[in-house]
Nanobody, 121 residues
Framework: VQLQASGGGLVQAGGSLRLSCVVS????????MGWFRQAPGKEREFVGV????????RYGDSVKGRFTIFRDNAKNTMFLEMTSLKPEDTAVYYC???????????????WGQGTQVTVSS
């Protein structure tokens, strides 16, 4: 299975951006799908996770209420809708697939290549 993340870019604070993660090689419905981010000099941070039914989600405290994860199983694609963006959201965003509904990066065995999100103040 391979993951391809896209949709990153430069946005002003307060703006919105939608990231996509296309899954190829296997059906998306069997996985827990997560988003993580990593800013320069910082550890990888949990953003959110979506389970295979598409109904259960969990978010990191720093993005709760601003970010939403959803999926389109027919397109084998997961999305991260980001609103009210802040400069501290600037990071490389990664999508990942795993077998556990977890906030720990080690629970995910397959990772996409990352997409850069930059929020200007």
């Amino acid at each position: 299975v391979q993951l391809q993340a896209s949709g990153g870019g430069l946005v002003q604070a307060g703006g919105s951006l939608r990231l996509s993660c296309v899954v190829s090689g296997h059906t998306i419905s069997i996985y827990r799908m997560g988003w993580f981010r990593q800013a320069p000099g910082k550890e990888r941070e949990f953003v959110g996770v979506l389970n295979w039914s598409g109904y259960n989600t969990r978010y990191g405290d720093s993005v709760k209420g601003r970010f939403t994860i959803f999926r389109d199983n027919a397109k084998n694609t997961m999305f991260l809708e980001m609103t009210s963006l802040k400069p501290e959201d600037t990071a490389v965003y990664y999508c990942a697939a795993g077998s556990r509904f977890s906030s720990a990066a080690m629970a995910y065995s397959v990772w996409g290549q990352g997409t850069q999100v930059t929020v200007s103040s």
